[in-house]
Nanobody, 119 residues
Framework: QVQLVESGGGLVQAGGSLRLSCAAS????????IGWYRQAPGKQRELVAA???????NYADSLKGRFTISRDNARNTVYLQMNSLKPDDTAVYYC?????????????WGQGTQVTVSS
């Protein structure tokens, strides 16, 4: 079992920055990859960025250059630095982990944190 707790969301003006944090607890040694998804009203949840246990990163093409994912292994925390924010970035941001289990990989989700970008 893995627990994910996000923080750092809020209201920011267009062009501003925010840093989201996701603290993982529990069987963190079983996490194969951890990252961020987002879901805007009326839209499907989409991948923002992810980082594997080996450090490889994956980003949504449209967000490369503005968003950066990083992690602090000592704190079991993953971060999402978001710069040059746009109103289209407004969404609930969810932390997600792929966790190895006996019969494969399992998805774990945080509760989500709201990011609102005003124009």
């Amino acid at each position: 079992q893995v627990q994910l707790v996000e923080s750092g969301g809020g209201l920011v003006q267009a062009g501003g920055s925010l840093r989201l944090s996701c603290a993982a607890s529990g069987s963190t040694f079983s996490i194969n990859a951890i990252g961020w998804y987002r879901q805007a009203p009326g839209k499907q949840r989409e991948l923002v960025a992810a980082i594997s246990s080996g450090g490889s990163t994956n980003y949504a093409d449209s967000l490369k250059g503005r968003f950066t994912i990083s992690r602090d292994n000592a704190r079991n925390t993953v971060y999402l630095q978001m710069n040059s924010l746009k109103p289209d970035d407004t969404a609930v941001y969810y932390c997600h982990a792929m966790v190895a289990g006996l019969r494969g990989e399992y998805d774990y989700w945080g509760q989500g944190t709201q990011v609102t970008v005003s124009s």
